[in-house]
């Protein structure tokens, strides 16, 4: 199995700020790593697939990179809107797992 | 753009089976190249992936869950079912039913709303 280790498990961050969120694989694979953003009560939304492609619709603040065993989301100039919990997920094989989720409040 | 619906009881007592219907609206199951899931959420914890059905009704569970879990699928019905025997209270959770994105990217693009089961 590919655990998914994530980074921070929260962190405090003000408007305007840069969020810088990490997954850690396992084991290496290419690209097939997705993040969520999930808020209190509600279904996750996915933000960006295939490591780096932006889901339409979803504001280009939002920014995913990494390839191997290192993944990336970074959330420039954080809008208040963008307090939540968010997930990454391995999407490479089975068993698919996340990561622990990072929460970015205020 | 498909709509996902759970439905089922929100109550199952203990060391019994757990049942949950996902109903599909906007899009067939039918001899689409989607996985068809099912993650939950336990009380203030992560997501966690229980297991994928394909159309063809093809399926991948968690190992720490196979035997216990049954992922089915009724293109009939534009529906696929989970179902979870012997619950216990660690398995009540908020249950999602979602849809990966397709093309061979199977993040999760579309989801129900959840809904909560507890064992008790």
């Known amino acids: 199995d590919i655990q998914m280790t994530q980074s921070p498990p929260s962190v405090s961050a003000s408007v305007g700020d840069t969020v810088t969120i990490t997954c850690r694989a396992t084991h290496g694979f290419y690209n097939w790593v997705a993040w969520y953003q999930q808020k209190p009560g509600k279904a996750p939304k996915i933000l960006i697939y295939?490591?780096?492609t932006l889901q339409t619709g979803v504001p280009s603040r939002f920014r995913g990179s990494g390839s191997g065993t290192e993944f990336t989301l970074t959330i420039t100039g954080l809008q208040p809107e963008d307090f939540a919990t968010y997930y990454c997920q391995q999407a490479d094989t089975f068993p698919r797992t996340f990561g622990q989720g990072t929460r970015v409040d205020i | 753009q498909p709509q996902l619906q759970e439905s089922g009881p929100g109550l199952v007592k203990p060391w019994e089976t757990l049942s949950l219907i996902c109903s599909v609206s906007?899009?067939?199951?039918?001899?689409?190249?989607?996985?068809w899931n099912w993650i939950r959420q336990r009380p203030g914890k992560g997501l966690e992936w229980i297991g994928s059905?394909?159309?063809?009704?093809?399926?991948y569970y968690k190992p720490s869950l196979e035997g216990r879990v049954t992922i089915s699928v009724d293109t009939s019905k534009n529906q696929f079912s989970l179902k979870m025997t012997s619950v216990t209270a660690a398995d009540t959770a908020v249950y999602y039913c979602?849809?990966?994105?397709?093309?061979?990217?199977?993040?999760?693009?579309?989801w129900g709303q959840g809904t909560l089961v507890t064992v008790s």
């Open positions: 295939a490591a780096s």
């Open positions: 906007g899009g067939s199951i039918g001899g689409s190249y989607y996985y």
């Open positions: 059905v394909y159309y063809t009704g093809s399926t």
């Open positions: 979602a849809r990966d994105l397709g093309a061979n990217d199977f993040s999760f693009e579309h």
